[in-house]
């Protein structure tokens, strides 16, 4: 079965640090361009990083550049997000994502909440 599982969220004061973890099972994971995107209460959910199978490209969202780094573990099939210089405005679920041919797949997300 196909799942997506983050973790490592929780509640961190501005300017800390998180690192975001996606297990990821079930597909051939090193073929695959692995995405991670967030959602804020009320927001729609938007692309925050994307990472190629061979961690050659990796590309961001403005309002992460700089902050916000993807990379991942091709041999455990792990998926990562780490986050520096947070923000009260980086709150949001975040989830890990993967474009299959039976479609775009979701895991369940984790929770990230910045606030002091």
């Known amino acids: 079965q196909v799942h997506l599982v983050e973790s490592g969220g929780g509640l961190v004061q501005p300017g800390g640090s998180l690192r975001l973890s996606c297990a990821a099972s079930g597909f051939t994971f090193n073929t695959n361009v692995m995405r991670w995107y967030r959602q804020a209460p009320g927001k729609e959910r938007e692309f925050v990083a994307q990472i190629d199978s061979f961690q050659s490209a990796m590309y961001y969202a403005d309002s992460v550049k700089g902050r916000f780094f993807i990379s991942r573990e091709n041999a455990k099939n792990m998926v990562y997000l780490q986050m520096i210089e947070l923000k009260p405005e980086d709150t949001a679920m975040y989830y890990c994502?993967?474009?299959?041919?039976?479609?775009?797949?979701w895991g369940l997300g984790t929770q990230v909440t910045v606030s002091s």
């Open positions: 994502s993967v474009n299959l041919p039976r479609g775009r797949l």
